[in-house]
C-alpha cells in the first residue's frame, strides 16, 4: 500500500493542476505613466503572471498590435510613443481572447501547445483543443 502512495503523490506531482476556486477571473488593469514620448508599463509583470502566459510572448503581441517598438527592462515595459492606458487595455483583453480563454467553456486554465507546427489553446478544465489563428 505504501508503494502505491508513492505513485499516486509522484503522479499528482506531475499533473498540472487547475484553480478550483469559484472567483471570477480578471485581467488586471495597466499601470504606468506617460514620460515625454514614451509610455512606461509598470505592471506588467503582474499581468503576465495572472493571465499564466510568458511576459515576453505578451510583450510581442503587444508591440505587435499597437504598431510599436518597445523595450522590456527589468519590471516594466517601456514602448516608443504616447498611449492611453484604455487602448493598451483593449490590446490586453484582446490577448486574453485569443491565447488564454477556452473557446469552449470560457475558464482561463488553458496552455499553449504546439503539434506539426501549429499552436494550439489546450483547456486543463474541460479538455478542448482549437487553433490558435493570431500567428506573433
Not at 12 to 21: F, G, L, R, T
Not at 36 to 53: D, E, F, S, V, Y
Not at 86 to 94: P, T, Y
Amino acid at each position: 500500500m505504501e508503494n502505491y502512495e508513492k505513485l499516486l503523490e509522484e503522479a499528482y506531482s506531475k499533473v498540472k493542476s487547475i484553480k478550483k476556486d469559484s472567483e471570477r477571473f480578471e485581467i488586471p488593469k495597466v499601470k504606468g505613466s506617460v514620460s515625454g514620448k514614451n509610455t512606461i508599463i509598470t505592471n506588467i509583470l503582474l499581468i503576465a503572471n495572472q493571465i499564466r502566459r510568458p511576459v515576453e510572448h505578451l510583450v510581442k503581441f503587444l508591440q505587435k498590435e499597437l504598431a510599436v517598438s518597445g523595450i522590456l527592462e527589468k519590471e516594466r515595459l517601456i514602448l516608443k510613443t504616447r498611449l492611453n492606458s484604455s487602448r493598451v487595455n483593449e490590446k490586453i483583453e484582446l490577448y486574453v481572447k485569443e491565447f488564454v480563454l477556452c473557446q469552449e467553456c470560457k475558464k482561463p486554465d488553458t496552455e499553449i501547445i504546439s503539434e506539426k507546427s501549429i499552436k494550439f489553446k489546450h483547456c486543463l478544465a474541460c479538455g478542448a483543443k482549437s487553433p490558435i489563428k493570431n500567428k506573433i
